[in-house]
């Protein structure tokens, strides 16, 4: 019982994350590069021609996880095209932005993926061009339900570039 009342108290302690992509506070990432996008008020977004990738510790448990795109430079159908795999299940296939959102637009999808191994693993894989996202938010279910106690770090494992 005692077990259970520790690991159900540090749930309730979990933040959620946060990720400006590209930005000086971009974390656990994996390969890509920053673009800063000074015609649409200087966002900024991570991007790669082969594909990058973040990683985020988390606990055995529904998450709920928001990514956000903005297609900054093409502005024609097919001109970018990538997959979206969250622990390695296909989440979005051969998103094409333009066509989703058009140019210069944000467009955000939601999705409830399940960790494994203690990990929460979202890959972005390049088609055509290049990858890319523009911000990511994830939050443990239960706190979407109002079941929030404050303090703690859902975020845990390494930061900075894939070597």
Known sequence: MILFLLIFTSLLQAQPVKVDAGSDTD??????????IPVIGD?????????FY?????????????LTFIEPTV????????????????????LDLFASAGFGQ????TFIPHCSNDLLTIRFLTQVRNSILSSLEIT??????GIHKPGGEL??????DMK
């Open 140 to 145: 443990p279910l239960f706190q979407i339900f």
């Open 106 to 109: 944000f467009k955000s999808w």
């Open 155 to 160: 975020s845990r494992g390494m930061t900075g």
């Open 27 to 36: 974390v656990n990432y994996y390969g890509g590069d920053k673009l800063v």
């Open 43 to 51: 966002n900024t977004v991570r991007w790669s021609a082969t594909g």
């Open 75 to 94: 502005k024609a159908i097919g001109q970018r095209v990538f997959t979206v795999r969250i622990n390695d299940q296909i989440v979005l296939d051969r």
């Open 54 to 66: 973040y990683e985020f510790g988390c606990w055995d448990v529904p998450y709920v996880v928001k």
